[in-house]
């Protein structure tokens, strides 16, 4: 065993990338240029760093797993365009990256368990960011990807559409990964809009009522609103009360949220 070996840790959500044919068609789908600011989450024991760092762009790395930075450090430390940032990407002031407005491009081959909470926070950032391409369980690439009137339409959905534009690239079987995760994975661009197509006059508004929305998602909307909202404040922000969540799109939940920050029920 070399002084570099490194054993998988469940704990930290490890399922490393080994499969070459995989890592280039990601790299591909993300193609980093010269003089570029790349934002690495979880880089791993390396896999699609190299490629990154070989582009000629600069590269910040964040990884948690402490045993993993002399890896690190031995493979790309010397290369000056490469920073490790030791710690959690959950916790992670972006704004300590000094990145222009709009530069910031984010990868990252996700622990499933973080990355819903991890995107969220990227989101609250989003004006530093240029776009994101993220592996996650292909679930929740779906659930983001989603349009109005299916199961996989909710919280996920229009929350992440609010903020950005989502493409659903490719899909990416287990045997990709080492050790294998039991789901399926996919890759996912997000590109923050430069202008929000549907504006809310206060997003955590907008947040309340799409999460009080889709907790009783077979109930009406009239029905799961009512402590937000009476019937007549959800008619004349010119949505039909008798509808379910999951049949109204993004502008008619900001519509709502408009409604409720016009609302003495508003705090
Ligand atoms: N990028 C590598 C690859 O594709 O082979 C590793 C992917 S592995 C699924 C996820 C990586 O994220 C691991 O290296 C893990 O240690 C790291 N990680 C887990 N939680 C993290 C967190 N909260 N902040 C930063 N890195 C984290």
Redesign the pocket.
Same mark, same amino acid.
């Not at 989450?41 to 024991?45: D, E, K, L, R, V």
């Given at each position: 065993m070399s002084e570099y070996q490194h054993r998988a840790r469940k704990r930290? !959500?490890?399922?490393? &990338?080994h499969d070459a044919g995989v890592i280039h068609r990601i790299l591909r789908a993300i193609f980093a240029r010269e003089g570029e600011h790349m934002l690495e /989450? !979880?880089? !791993?024991?390396g $896999? &699609?760093t190299e490629g990154l760092l070989s582009s000629g762009a600069q590269l910040d790395v /964040?990884? &948690? *797993?402490r045993d &993993?930075v002399p890896i690190l450090q031995h493979q790309f430390g010397s290369n000056p365009r490469f920073r490790l940032n030791q710690g *959690? $990407? %959950?916790k992670f002031d972006f704004n300590q990256l000094q990145a222009a407005p709009r530069s910031l491009r984010v990868v !990252?081959? %996700?622990?499933y368990n /973080?990355s819903t909470p991890l995107i969220f926070h990227l989101l609250s950032n989003a004006a530093l960011i240029r776009d994101m391409h993220f592996m996650l369980q292909k679930e929740v690439v779906e659930r983001m990807a989603a349009v109005p009137g299916g199961g996989d339409w909710g919280r996920l959905s229009i929350m992440v559409q609010y903020h950005c534009r989502v493409e659903h690239l490719f899909n990416v079987g287990p045997g990709a990964f080492n050790p294998p995760p039991k789901v399926d994975s996919a890759i996912v661009r997000l590109v923050p809009h430069e202008v929000l197509p549907h504006p809310a006059k206060d997003h955590h508004l907008l947040e309340r009522v799409v999460r009080e929305a889709f907790n009783q998602r077979r109930k009406t909307l009239r029905n799961t609103l009512k402590n937000l909202l009476p019937a007549d404040a959800i008619e004349a922000a010119g949505v039909d009360g008798s509808l379910r969540p999951e049949q109204l799109d993004l502008a008619a939940f900001v519509r709502l949220a408009d409604k409720l920050a016009e609302h003495p029920n508003a705090d």
């Open positions: 930290f !959500g490890q399922n490393f &990338l /989450i !979880g880089p !791993g024991q $896999a &699609l /964040i990884e &948690l *797993d &993993l *959690d $990407a %959950l !990252g081959n %996700l622990p /973080i």
